[in-house]
C-alpha cells in the first residue's frame, strides 16, 4: 500500500523560493513515473511537473523554467524546486504517480504574498 507525504510548503514573498519533497512507501517506486500536481483554491487540481523512471521531465507551461521536478530512488522521496514564485503559485502542492493513484496525501500548502 502506497502511502505519500508531502512537506516543505510555507510563506514565501514572491520570487522567493522552497524546496518540496515527498515521502512515499512502497515496493518499486522506481519503476513508476511521480508528479507533482497542485490545487488553488476554488479550482480544480492541476499536473505540475512530471519525471519518469529514465528521469526525464515535464512542465506545465505555467511553471516552465521556474521549478524543477528531480527524484531519489534510494529515499523513494521526490523533489519539487520551486523558484521565482508567483501569488498564482499559491495552492496545496501534491505528488502521486502518473497517472495517479486514487489515493492522495494530505499536500504541503505554498503561499505566496507580500
Known amino acids: 500500500q502506497v502511502q505519500l507525504v508531502e512537506s516543505g510548503g510555507g510563506l514565501v514573498q514572491p520570487g522567493g523560493s522552497l524546496r518540496l519533497s515527498c515521502a512515499a512507501s512502497?515496493?518499486?517506486?522506481?519503476?513508476?513515473?511521480m508528479a507533482w500536481y497542485r490545487q488553488a483554491p476554488g479550482k480544480q487540481r492541476e499536473l505540475v511537473a512530471t519525471?519518469?523512471?529514465?528521469?526525464?521531465?515535464n512542465y506545465a507551461d505555467s511553471v516552465k523554467g521556474r521549478f524543477t521536478i528531480s527524484r531519489d530512488n534510494a529515499k523513494k522521496t521526490v523533489y519539487l524546486q520551486v523558484n521565482s514564485l508567483k501569488p498564482e503559485d499559491t495552492a496545496v502542492y501534491y505528488c502521486?504517480?502518473?497517472?495517479?493513484?486514487?489515493?492522495w496525501g494530505q499536500g504541503t500548502q505554498v503561499t505566496v504574498s507580500s
Open positions: 512502497g515496493t518499486f517506486f522506481s519503476i513508476y513515473a
Open positions: 519525471i519518469d523512471k529514465n528521469r526525464s521531465t
Open positions: 502521486n504517480r502518473h497517472p495517479a493513484l486514487a489515493y
